[in-house]
């Protein structure tokens, strides 16, 4: 299985800062990486895929990069809205599994 | 509007059995793989299956192979999974997910999950 790890696992910052959650995986997984935001008793939600491409919808504030085995997720100017938890996936190949996840919380 | 309606969660005794239900509509079912996946009480995300279109191919997370079956129902918009031998460390929130597999792999739309606790 591939393991996704993802860092930090919490972090607290303020509106209007800039924030970078990483995530690496235990092989090459080409493109198939993707990002969803998750506020606890909603629907997860789709934010990036294929590393880079933004669901409709989603603010250009949300900033998907990487290639191979290296993946960061980049908030700018965080709003209120972005308080939640961000998860990682990789669907390179079954199961397809998700980081342990990164809460975002406000300083 | 998408929409993804799961039904089915509530409690149940170890052991016991369990069937959820997911309701679509919005689009069309048949056109798109589906998925559930789980989020067990102060854990993350889980996938736990998954079906093709046509019911061609299902794949499960180890942690529910030989206990848990997925199925669908594109005529009336429908996806299920059975949930059989249950144990305490299935207790989560599940997720119907639909899937976009075009060029690459993603779930694109969860529903709001129903809630299965496993307790004696």
């Known amino acids: 299985d591939i393991q996704m790890t993802q860092s930090p696992s919490s972090l607290s910052a303020s509106v209007g800062d800039k924030v970078t959650i990483t995530c690496r995986a235990s092989?090459?997984?080409?493109?198939?990486l993707n990002w969803y935001y998750h506020k606890q008793g909603e629907a997860p939600k789709l934010l990036i895929y294929?590393?880079?491409t933004l669901q409709n919808g989603v603010p250009s504030r949300f900033n998907g990069s990487g290639s191979g085995r290296d993946f960061t997720l980049t908030i700018s100017n965080l709003q209120p809205d972005d308080f939640a938890t961000y998860y990682c996936?990789?669907?390179?190949?079954?199961?397809?599994?998700f980081g342990r996840g990164t809460k975002v919380e406000i300083k | 509007e998408v929409k993804l309606a799961e039904s089915g969660g509530g409690l149940v005794k170890p052991g016991g059995s369990l069937r959820l239900s997911c309701g679509a509509s919005?689009?069309?079912?048949?056109?798109?793989?589906m998925n559930w996946a789980r989020q067990a009480p102060g854990k993350g995300l889980e996938w736990v299956a998954s079906?093709?279109?046509?019911?061609?191919?299902?794949f499960y997370a180890d942690s529910v192979k030989g206990r848990f079956t997925i199925s669908r129902d594109n005529a009336n918009n429908s996806l299920y999974l059975q949930m059989n031998s249950l144990r305490a460390e299935d207790t989560a929130v599940y997720y119907c997910?639909?899937?976009?597999?075009?060029?690459?792999?993603?779930?694109?739309?969860w529903g709001p999950g129903t809630l299965v606790t496993v307790s004696s």
């Open positions: 092989q090459s997984i080409s493109v198939y």
């Open positions: 079906i093709s279109s046509s019911s061609s191919y299902v």
């Open positions: 996936q990789q669907t390179y190949n079954t199961p397809r599994t």
């Open positions: 919005g689009f069309s079912l048949s056109s798109y793989a």
């Open positions: 294929a590393v880079s």
């Open positions: 997910v639909r899937v976009v597999e075009y060029s690459t792999y993603y779930f694109d739309f």
